[in-house]
């Protein structure tokens, strides 16, 4: 597949619904900076527009999913579905995981692709746009709003603070996927997930030292108190990091990422995204 501009559209099923004035669902592939395809799909939410109100007034979820997921797994589409409740949805697949182009970074220029979800939703006419990251997307949101800057909110549920971490045993067998050739074969066939062999060179910003620089934009950390990947210092080091800025939520009985998060908590992050966005 050649490669594009950053944030072209590669092909687009989008369409005016014209019983809501809004639009109907769509996917499409999107250019990267670096030129990757990501796999990308808007869902304009279950919110019914009015014709004499654009959509460029409504909000916008653009949702960053955890290492081994993509647009079409279950536990992601569960989330864009709850979160439709409050507002339109962007979901893709992180480069390296489903049908995007590329290898995963494991977080670092997956920024880049996070990148072209928010411009692709601007372009949509949405004027207040919220980024949710669930584990590695939630440290890539948190990146992205600090290097990139242009959403209005920010939710990070379930992120390292910082990089290199292996006191877990979940965390250790994610290095070994990572850092080993064979693991890495192991990620590719039965996890569908390609993973680049080359190391980080430089190190990329990490989650805790990014936060400081997402101010004055709202943010929202959220974390389970039974993560079995990053234990609760990992949230309060970010915490600690954003200051009167940032939120902490520590969520009692709850596991790791997107699996993990019940469609509870999933409401009350719409309904703070609503009333802290724009």
Same mark, same amino acid.
């Given at each position: 597949?050649?490669?594009?501009?950053?944030?072209?559209?590669?092909?687009?099923?989008?369409?005016?619904?014209?019983?809501?004035?809004?639009?109907?669902?769509?996917?499409?592939?999107?250019?990267?900076?670096?030129?990757?395809?990501?796999? !990308? /799909?808007?869902? &304009?939410?279950?919110?019914? +527009?009015?014709?004499? #109100? =654009?959509?460029? %007034?409504?909000?916008?979820? @653009?949702?960053?999913?955890?290492?081994?997921?993509?647009?079409?797994?279950?536990?992601?589409?569960?989330?864009?579905?709850?979160?439709?409740?409050?507002?339109?949805?962007?979901?893709?697949?992180?480069?390296?995981?489903?049908?995007?182009?590329?290898?995963?970074?494991?977080?670092?220029?997956?920024?880049?692709?996070?990148?072209?979800?928010?411009?692709?939703?601007?372009?949509?006419?949405?004027?207040?746009?919220?980024?949710?990251?669930?584990?590695?997307?939630?440290?890539?949101?948190?990146?992205?709003?600090?290097?990139?800057?242009?959403?209005?909110?920010?939710? !990070? /549920?379930?992120? &390292?603070?910082?990089?290199? +971490?292996?006191?877990? #045993? =979940?965390?250790? %067998?994610?290095?070994?996927? @990572?850092?080993?050739?064979?693991?890495?074969?192991?990620?590719?066939?039965?996890?569908?997930?390609?993973?680049?062999?080359?190391?980080?060179?430089?190190?990329?910003?990490?989650?805790?030292?990014?936060?400081?620089?997402?101010?004055?934009?709202?943010?929202?950390?959220?974390?389970?108190?039974?993560?079995?990947?990053?234990?609760?210092?990992?949230?309060?080091?970010?915490?600690?990091?954003?200051?009167?800025?940032?939120?902490?939520?520590?969520?009692?009985?709850?596991?790791?990422?997107?699996?993990?998060?019940?469609?509870?908590?999933?409401?009350?992050?719409?309904?703070?995204?609503?009333?802290?966005?724009?």
């Amino acid at each position: 597949m050649s490669n594009g501009p950053a944030g072209h559209t590669a092909r687009s099923t989008d369409r005016p619904n014209p019983e809501t004035g809004g639009w109907a669902p769509m996917r499409t592939f999107l250019y990267t900076a670096d030129g990757i395809p990501i796999d !990308s /799909v808007y869902n &304009p939410g279950t919110v019914v +527009y009015d014709v004499s #109100a =654009p959509p460029s %007034r409504d909000l916008v979820f @653009v949702v960053a999913h955890g290492f081994t997921g993509d647009v079409d797994r279950p536990h992601v589409r569960r989330v864009a579905a709850a979160l439709a409740r409050h507002g339109a949805v962007v979901t893709f697949s992180f480069r390296g995981h489903g049908a995007s182009g590329g290898r995963s970074t494991v977080g670092d220029r997956e920024v880049l692709d996070l990148a072209a979800a928010v411009r692709w939703a601007r372009e949509l006419g949405h004027t207040r746009v919220v980024t949710v990251g669930f584990s590695m997307g939630g440290s890539v949101v948190l990146r992205h709003a600090a290097l990139h800057r242009g959403v209005d909110a920010v939710v !990070s /549920v379930s992120s &390292p603070a910082r990089w290199y +971490y292996r006191g877990t #045993a =979940p965390m250790r %067998r994610l290095h070994w996927l @990572v850092t080993r050739p064979e693991g890495r074969l192991v990620s590719r066939y039965g996890l569908r997930t390609r993973i680049h062999h080359r190391e980080w060179q430089p190190v990329p910003l990490s989650p805790v030292q990014a936060v400081p620089r997402i101010a004055p934009t709202p943010l929202l950390i959220v974390h389970g108190d039974r993560d079995g990947y990053f234990p609760l210092d990992h949230p309060r080091m970010l915490a600690a990091a954003a200051g009167d800025h940032g939120e902490l939520w520590v969520e009692p009985g709850m596991g790791h990422a997107e699996h993990a998060a019940p469609d509870a908590l999933l409401t009350r992050i719409g309904d703070w995204a609503a009333a802290r966005a724009g």
